[in-house]
């Protein structure tokens, strides 16, 4: 049973560039959300996808935005990067059925790490 | 913005010690969740208490909650080097999106 999954793991890009990031949840999982962690710092929420639509969203600009596909993976994109985008994307899947306590623990993938020069 | 704020932030420890960590968060939860990062990598979920709780315990791990005082501590027993990482509180309004601390890093020296 494949726990979640992401890729890249590493990535560097320069200011003003765009880049896509992509995870694939746990099986069984139908719901995806997207946290940034800069270094040092714990993960901040940035938005939660299910039923391939954006249900919630944390405090960050619309260059920032997502999608999520039938099959329930999701990618995160973000527009013109800055140098504050450098980061730890990590990506959570949780299911939306099935008994309390199930359903509030998000299992993470082990991250993309962006560099933006 | 961080919800969870843990103390000590860092914390160093002799294999077979205590580790003792304590959060304190804002808002009102429906949950309160502990993870584990190991090398800046993914989140380990380690346990979950429910707002109506007082305290958990599984295997070596002892969490308690105080939500009239809006603070929860994570105990690890019996250290081993392999609990070397940062730990993670992190709060759940019921909306199933969790706001972190700034985390606890923890070195258990063998």
């Known amino acids: 049973d494949a726990g979640v999954t992401q890729s890249p793991t590493h990535l560097i890009k320069t200011r003003g560039q765009q880049v896509t990031l992509r995870c694939s949840p746990k099986s069984g999982h139908d719901t995806v959300s997207w946290y940034q962690q800069a270094l040092g710092q714990g993960p901040q929420f940035i938005f939660q996808y299910y039923e391939e639509e954006e249900r919630q969203r944390g405090n960050f600009p619309d260059r920032f935005s997502g999608h999520q596909f039938p099959n329930y993976s999701s990618e995160l994109n973000v527009n013109a990067l800055l140098l504050g985008d450098s980061a730890l994307y990590l990506c959570?899947?949780?299911?939306?059925?099935?008994?309390?306590?199930?359903?509030?623990?998000?299992?993470f993938g082990p991250g993309t790490r962006l560099l933006v020069l | 913005s961080q919800q969870g704020e843990e103390d000590p932030q860092a914390l160093s420890i002799q294999e077979g010690e205590n580790a003792t960590m304590n959060c304190s968060y804002k808002?009102?939860?429906?949950?309160l969740q502990w993870y584990r990062q190991n090398s800046g990598r993914g989140l380990v979920h380690l346990i979950l208490?429910?707002?109506?709780?007082r305290e958990k315990h599984s295997g070596r791990l002892r969490v308690t909650l105080d939500t009239s005082k809006k603070s929860s501590s994570l105990l690890i027993t019996a250290s081993r080097a392999a609990d070397t990482a940062s730990y993670f509180c992190a709060t759940d309004d019921g909306n199933n999106r969790l706001a972190f601390g700034k985390g606890n890093q923890v070195v258990v020296i063998p």
């Open positions: 808002t009102s939860i429906n949950n």
């Open positions: 208490i429910r707002s109506n709780e």
């Open positions: 959570a899947s949780s299911p939306r059925t099935g008994r309390i306590g199930v359903r509030e623990t998000q299992y």
